[in-house]
């Protein structure tokens, strides 16, 4: 049973750059979300994409955008990098909008220069 | 605004010596507590997820429970490798997006 992944797994990129990560959700899940976790600090929601729609954002810039597929992997993009993007990009999977456990990926540690 | 707080933000334990993590939770319509464990660089991976007050799950050492305030994992006779940070994370009436704590650094010597 393939579980969430991500690529790439590592980056590193300067300001001003645009970044964009995948993710693949776990076999037999439709909903995806996407979360930043800066060192030392809990996950932080960015948002949700379920039926290749956004459904839920978090208190991210718009500089945060994201896509889904029919195939329901998704995309996440920022632009603009700024030094603060610097983290660790975490990508979970889930079935519908239910309240079922979230499955984490391994993350995209992105470093900006 | 909702809020994870989870105490003590580390803690040492020698091999056996049992102790308890603290996640206290502050949401509005709660709809799910989960706990997960984070090794570094690495994705958290799923623990428990619990539903209502009273319920309570457990795993090999580890043991969950939630009242309508907190949560508490309790770990017995630990091991060296159950070091890692556990994380905490409510979900609540707008949706299904995970409100984290900072987590528990949980360091288990021998």
């Known amino acids: 049973d393939a579980g969430v992944t991500q690529s790439p797994t590592h980056l590193i990129k300067t300001r001003g750059q645009q970044v964009t990560l995948r993710c693949s959700p776990k076999?037999?899940?439709?909903?995806v979300s996407w979360y930043q976790q800066a060192l030392g600090q809990g996950p932080q929601f960015i948002f949700q994409?379920?039926?290749?729609?956004?459904?839920q954002r978090g208190n991210f810039p718009d500089r945060f955008s994201g896509h889904q597929f029919p195939n329901y992997s998704s995309e996440l993009n920022v632009n603009a990098l700024l030094l603060g993007d610097s983290a660790l990009y975490l990508c979970?999977?889930?079935?519908?909008?239910?309240?079922?456990?979230?499955?984490f990926g391994p993350g995209t540690r992105l470093t900006v220069l | 605004e909702d809020q994870v707080t989870q105490s003590p933000e580390a803690l040492r334990l020698q091999e056996g010596e049992s102790s308890s993590l603290n996640c206290s939770y502050t949401?509005?319509?709660?709809?799910?507590l989960f706990w997960y464990r984070q090794d570094p660089g690495k994705g958290p991976e799923f623990l428990f997820t619990?539903?209502?007050a009273g319920e309570e799950k457990e795993k090999e050492r580890l043991k969950a429970t939630l009242t309508k305030k907190e949560s508490f994992l309790h770990i017995t006779a630990p091991k060296p490798e159950d070091s890692a940070t556990y994380l905490c994370?409510?979900?609540?009436?707008?949706?299904?997006?995970?409100?984290f704590g900072k987590g528990t650094t949980l360091s288990v010597s021998s």
């Open positions: 949401v509005s319509g709660l709809r799910g």
């Open positions: 994370a409510a979900s609540n009436q707008a949706g299904t997006a995970l409100i």
């Open positions: 619990l539903y209502s």
């Open positions: 979970a999977s889930t079935r519908g909008l239910s309240t079922d456990t979230q499955y």
């Open positions: 076999s037999g899940h439709d909903t």
């Open positions: 994409y379920y039926e290749e729609e956004e459904r």
